[in-house]
């Protein structure tokens, strides 16, 4: 819910896939433009940072199922906004905020990289079709005495 507010602030639209069969938790977009999210956050302590799981319960994520990670620091209200081919073959990162010259510093509420990412290498600015004949299907609808209605569908 978290993401979801602070995406929505910086006005990004948010849509969450319905279920569990999703490798990511939302889908960002804003001028035609999206990116598949995974949400993770820590509450983990690691020396003086945090350290952060960025797989799942099998290890390392494989494949190409997300295109940023978004990893919240509960403790210190802040946001990392990384892209997962940074992240590619690791379960689990370390995050030191107070380190100026951190990894992954320059990715700190990196919002500005979401909406710039395309979903599948771009995207769709219109979708056009054309028909060449039309035919007519007859039905009746059940219990009338109308008579039989024609249905005109373009290119069957």
Same mark, same amino acid.
């Given at each position: 819910?978290?993401?979801m507010?602070? /995406?929505?602030?910086?006005?990004?639209?948010?849509?969450k896939?319905?279920?569990?069969s999703?490798?990511?938790?939302?889908?960002?977009?804003? &001028?035609?433009r999206? /990116?598949?999210?995974?949400v993770?956050?820590?509450?983990?302590?690691?020396n003086t940072?945090?350290?952060?799981?960025?797989?799942?319960?099998?290890? &390392?994520?494989?494949?190409?199922?997300?295109?940023f990670?978004?990893?919240?620091?509960?403790?210190?209200d802040?946001?990392?906004?990384i892209? &997962?081919?940074?992240l590619?073959?690791?379960?689990?990162?370390?995050?030191?905020?107070?380190?100026?010259?951190?990894?992954?510093?320059?990715?700190?509420e990196a919002?500005?990289?979401l909406?710039?990412?395309?979903?599948?290498?771009?995207?769709?600015?219109?979708?056009?079709?054309?028909?060449?004949?039309?035919?007519?299907?007859?039905?009746?609808?059940?219990?009338?005495?109308e008579a039989?209605?024609?249905?005109?569908?373009a290119g &069957?």
């Amino acid at each position: 819910m978290c993401f979801m507010m602070r /995406a929505s602030e910086l006005g990004m639209e948010v849509s969450k896939p319905w279920g569990d069969s999703a490798h990511y938790d939302f889908i960002v977009e804003k &001028a035609r433009r999206t /990116a598949r999210v995974q949400v993770k956050s820590t509450i983990c302590r690691r020396n003086t940072g945090y350290e952060c799981k960025v797989g799942d319960c099998n290890g &390392a994520y494989e494949g190409d199922p997300f295109d940023f990670v978004a990893a919240y620091l509960i403790m210190e209200d802040i946001w990392y906004i990384i892209p &997962a081919r940074i992240l590619r073959g690791q379960a689990s990162i370390g995050i030191y905020p107070r380190l100026k010259w951190s990894k992954y510093e320059r990715f700190r509420e990196a919002w500005h990289l979401l909406p710039g990412a395309l979903m599948n290498g771009g995207t769709i600015g219109s979708i056009e079709a054309c028909a060449e004949e039309e035919t007519s299907f007859p039905f009746s609808i059940p219990g009338s005495q109308e008579a039989r209605p024609q249905i005109l569908l373009a290119g &069957a």
